[in-house]
Structures are given as C-alpha cells and as structure tokens.
C-alpha cells in the first residue's frame, strides 16, 4: 500500500513539474486537478470513438486520389502478453510485431494478396489475401503479422548506399501481388542513414526550418522491452520509456531531431570503500526519472554517427533542466553547472558545433561546407550568453504541444497550429516541432486507462500517413514522435521534402 501511495505521489508530482507551459490562471494546483479529475469522470467510455469516424472517411479520400498502389511496414510498440507464462520469461511474448499497411486507388480484385518475404534468402513467408471470399468484402488496410522484427546492428553505415534500395531491406520485404501474379508495390523498413546527402542538390539552398524533420519525443527515454520491467516492475516504467531504439539507432535509421533532457546527481566514483570522490554527473532524465545513460554516453552516440556521415545535420534540443539546476537561491552553483554542461557538448562536439547568428540559421549547402552538422538547442530560463563557448547556444526549438490524451483533441490542436507562422522571436526562422504523441493524465493512469506509452503510441502512430504525408505536408517543420517505428515517419518527411523542393 505505502508503496502504491508513494507511486501516486511521484506521478502527481511530476505531472506537475512536467506542465510545459504555466498557463496563468487563479488556479491552486489542487483546484486545477480536481477540475480536470471532474472532466475525467464524463468521459469514462472510450474517448477516441469520434476520432475513428472520422479516420475512415479521411483514409478514403486520400487512398481514391492515390496514383499507384503503395505498402509499407511499421512495428508495433504494443506487446501481446496474452498466454505470457511469467515463470518461462519472454516465452509467448511477441515484441516488435512487424505490422503490414496497404493503399490502393481502387479496392482490390479477387486473388490480390500481400505476401512478406524473408531478406536473408529471398523465402516467401506469409501472404495475406485482401479479399474474403466468403462475403466478397475487403479486409482492413492493416495488418499485424506475428513476426518479429530483431533489434538491428546498424554499425555498418555503408549498407544503406546499394543502388537499387531494396538491397538495404532490414530482415523483410513486403510486396502487394495482384491477382495477374505482378508486382505492384513493395517495400521494406531499411536504414535512412544518408538521407540528407541523397536530397542535398535539392536542399542545399534551404535552412532546417524549411525543411521536414522527423524527430523524437525525449529520445533518451530508450529500453529494450523486458516483462520484468514493464508488467512486474509496474507503472513507472510503463509511463518513463518513449523509445526503444538507442540513440545512434534513431540517427542510423533517419531521425534528425532529438528532444534532450539533462539533470545533474551526486555520485561516488569509487572503486573501493576506502578512496572515492563525490562527483557530480549529468543524466539524461524523462523529466523526474533518470534514464540509462550519462549526458557524455548520449553525446558519443551522436558522434559516433557523425564521423561516419557527412552530409548529414542533427538538431539537439535541450528542453528541460530539472535536478541538479533547480537551485535558484544558489546562482554560483548553477552558473557552474551550466559551464560544465557547455564544456561537456563542447568538448565532444566542438567542430561540428553551428555557432549562434543573429541573422538566423545558415543554409543547409553553408552548414555542410563547414562541417557544422549539430545545432543545439538551448531552452531554459538561465541567460548563458556570458559562459565561455555558450556562443553554440541556439533559441529553444518552439514545442507545439497539445497535452491531451485524446486523439480528436490532439488532431485539432495540429489543425489549429501546425500552418500557424511561428511565433516571433528575436531570431528569425525558428524551428517548430509538433509533439506527435498523447500525455497520459494523472486521472487517466490511475484508472488504468491506458496500459502504458506503448499502447498510446500505436493509437497515435496510426495517424501520421494521413496528417503528415497528406493533410499537413505543406507546413510542417519536426515532427517528434514515440517509438518512432512505429509509424512511416522517416520515409514520410523524406517524400514530402522530395515534393517540396523539386531540382531546378
Ligand atoms: C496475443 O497472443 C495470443 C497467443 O499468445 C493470441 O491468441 C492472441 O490472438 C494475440 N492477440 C493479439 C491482439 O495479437
Ligand atoms: C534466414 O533467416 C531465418 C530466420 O532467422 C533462418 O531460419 C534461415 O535459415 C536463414 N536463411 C539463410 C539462407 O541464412
Ligand atoms: C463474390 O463475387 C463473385 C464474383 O464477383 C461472385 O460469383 C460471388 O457470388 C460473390 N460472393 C458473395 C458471397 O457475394
Ligand atoms: C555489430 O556489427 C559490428 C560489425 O559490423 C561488430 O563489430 C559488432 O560487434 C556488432 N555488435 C553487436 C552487438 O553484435
Ligand atoms: C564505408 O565507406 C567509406 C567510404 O565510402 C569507407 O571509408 C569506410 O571504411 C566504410 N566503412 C565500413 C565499415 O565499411
Ligand atoms: C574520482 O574523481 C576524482 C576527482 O574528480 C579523480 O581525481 C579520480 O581520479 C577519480 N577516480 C576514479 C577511479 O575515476
Ligand atoms: C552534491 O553534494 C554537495 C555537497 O553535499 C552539494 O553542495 C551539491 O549541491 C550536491 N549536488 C547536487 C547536484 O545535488
Ligand atoms: C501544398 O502546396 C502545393 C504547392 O504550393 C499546392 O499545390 C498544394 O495544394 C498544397 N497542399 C495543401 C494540402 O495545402
């Protein structure tokens, strides 16, 4: 019980620290919970019913004006732990469950099918039909297989630069056959390691902001999935984790925009009882939770994809500071802290640091004939332009962020924001990342609403083909997601900046 207790204390607490924007309002925090705890109680059945309709009737009309027929591949982030026998781990699970998504200008014919094959010797391993012959009526444009897509080693950079692109095909294939026995589309999940380098003709006179950019949600927040971790160690982990690819994986596989967040701890650095130090170091946290991995292990990632690219920007976005920088009654310690943390990025980075103009961000062929391939993003309420070397400092990247846990409520704010021009800060073009992704309520987690991050990325994911590829395409700038796999994000922004900046 007292532990129970202590859980929805910690929640409770975060979810306030994690308020990214203090609305001002005559509001106590207790009122303001008790208000939306009160909003909660109407709206105990499914939330996300009137999204649905609306879903449909959407993916209707895009899939008539299509030119050709298209599939693709995600993963899901939902686990099946159904028939899980907890004393045999990992038995029954089905992580990563490669999911199969089909589009077509017109409905199918009979004897049309999907058919995935195995990359390593060519085996056709499961089809698909699209017709049930019984009733004559098309199944769903989704499926999910029970195939598990491996966590990949992507050391190997140089496997994305084949001609023909579905040599890069990681473990499967997917193809649509038609009832002709043709080919009409195929496709696979692969490494988008040098994306930008393939689109540097077209891009090279446009800055970042121009661009679209796929990103993720606090992409230090990385574990593997583990039983152990998700359903015994309970809800903590359920609500701390947004990815499981690690951070040179997220890069490898085409992610350009990561949203970073920072603490600082005391810790020994002992060997024995006898000789250590208290020294401090800096985490990346999700927020009040400490994540894997130290600031330096996150920055070597990073570099360890750099040397192996050149033609390829990432945008570093720290956007909250909290242990360790929350001591506003003591300036000198912080002042300290934030050098430290400067000299840690600048240490590591420091060519390929863009440094700071007040003219606005250089074009992407100036940046490129540098070598200035990290841009950092600095948003905290310290001033820093003092410290040595904070001249890499950049405006913090503007988060478009709905905090809601309801996919009609999340589509809305999109339409009302994303094609809005950004807010005018002292620097001109300003980038604007879309938080493509739901916020869990404390009401929501403790009524068990939802299971967990996985399950309201997977409800959330589904969406971005129709937002993103089609609806939204002409202004979005980075869009940051969870589990980010689990969508077409990647192969998505590369299109639409494929469309939006034709060769001259
Ligand atoms: C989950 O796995 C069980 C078998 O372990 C299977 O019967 C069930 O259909 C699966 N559910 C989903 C949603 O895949
Ligand atoms: C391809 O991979 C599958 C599954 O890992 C394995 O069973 C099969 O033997 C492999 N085939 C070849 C030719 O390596
Ligand atoms: C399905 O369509 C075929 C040919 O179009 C027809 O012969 C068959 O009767 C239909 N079946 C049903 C259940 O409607
Ligand atoms: C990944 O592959 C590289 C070679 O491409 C190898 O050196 C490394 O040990 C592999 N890592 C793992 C975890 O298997
Ligand atoms: C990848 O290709 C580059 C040149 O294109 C080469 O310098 C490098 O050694 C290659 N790396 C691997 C791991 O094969
Ligand atoms: C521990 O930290 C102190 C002070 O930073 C340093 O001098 C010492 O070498 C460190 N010891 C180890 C084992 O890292
Ligand atoms: C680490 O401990 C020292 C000494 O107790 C304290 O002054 C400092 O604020 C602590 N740092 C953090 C980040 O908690
Ligand atoms: C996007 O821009 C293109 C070219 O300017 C235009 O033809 C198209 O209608 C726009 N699409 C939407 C959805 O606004």
């Not at 089905?94 to 999907?114: K, S």
């Not at 890069?168 to 038609?178: D, E, F």
């Not at 583990?226 to 490898?252: M, P």
């Not at 950049?394 to 924001?417: F, G, M, N, R």
Request: one cysteine or more; proline letters at 4%.
């Amino acid at each position: 019980m007292t532990r129970i207790v202590f859980i929805i204390t910690i929640i409770v607490i975060q979810h306030f620290l994690s308020s990214h924007t203090v609305l001002s309002s005559d509001q106590s925090p207790f009122e303001r919970l008790f208000n939306r705890f009160s909003d909660f109680l109407k709206d105990l059945k499914n939330p996300n019913d009137q999204h649905e309709r609306r879903y449909h009737d959407r993916l209707k009309h895009y899939e008539s004006q299509l030119s050709q027929t298209r599939v693709w591949l995600t993963i899901s982030s939902v686990v099946n732990v159904t028939g899980h026998d907890s004393k045999d781990h990992n038995r029954d699970l089905l992580i990563r469950a490669l999911e199969i998504h089909w589009r077509r200008p017109v409905p199918p014919q009979p004897g049309d099918y999907l058919a995935i094959y195995r990359t390593n010797d060519s085996v056709q391993i499961r089809t698909f039909p699209l017709i049930d012959t019984k009733t004559n009526r098309t199944f769903p444009r989704y499926y999910k297989s029970d195939l598990e897509f491996n966590y990949q080693n992507l050391t190997n950079l140089n496997k994305t630069d084949k001609d023909d692109p579905y040599e890069n095909c990681l473990q499967y294939m997917v193809v649509y056959v038609n009832h002709h026995e043709n080919i009409e589309s195929r496709n696979c999940i692969r490494m988008q390691a040098r994306w930008m380098e393939q689109l540097f003709e077209r891009i090279k006179d446009h800055r970042l902001s121009e661009l679209m950019i796929p990103g993720t949600h606090d992409a230090s927040s990385y574990e593997k999935y583990s039983y152990d971790i998700y359903e015994l160690d309970g809800i903590l982990s359920r609500f701390q984790y947004t990815q499981d690819e690690s951070l040179y994986n997220q890069l490898a596989y085409g992610i350009r925009y990561m949203d970073w967040r920072v603490a600082v701890y005391n810790q020994t650095n002992h060997t024995d009882s006898q000789t250590f130090n208290w020294i401090e170091e800096y985490w990346m946290v999700h927020d009040m939770q400490r994540n894997r991995i130290t600031l330096k292990q996150a920055i070597r990632q990073v570099v360890k994809f750099l040397t192996r690219t050149t033609h390829e920007i990432i945008i570093i976005d720290f956007h909250r500071f909290v242990h360790g920088f929350d001591g506003e009654n003591d300036l000198q310690a912080m002042r300290q802290r934030l050098q430290t943390f400067i000299d840690i990025i600048h240490q590591q980075l420091g060519p390929y640091l863009i440094p700071y103009s007040s003219k606005g961000l250089p074009t992407i062929g100036n940046l490129i004939a540098r070598n200035q391939r990290v841009l950092i993003c600095y948003a905290y309420k310290f001033d820093v332009r003092q410290l040595p070397d904070s001249i890499m400092l950049w405006p913090p990247v503007q988060h478009l962020w709905a905090d809601t846990d309801k996919l009609i409520e999340l589509e809305s704010y999109i339409q009302e924001q994303i094609c809005k021009p950004s807010r005018s800060f002292h620097n001109t073009h300003l980038l604007r990342s879309m938080m493509a992704e739901l916020t869990p309520t404390v009401e929501g987690v403790l009524f068990r609403r939802y299971h967990g991050l996985r399950e309201m990325a997977a409800l959330v994911n589904m969406n971005y083909e129709q937002w993103f590829r089609y609806r939204w395409s002409n202004c979005t700038n980075i869009v940051a997601g969870d589990f980010f796999l689990g969508s077409d994000l990647i192969d998505i922004s590369i299109d639409v900046n494929r469309e939006r900046f034709q060769s001259s």
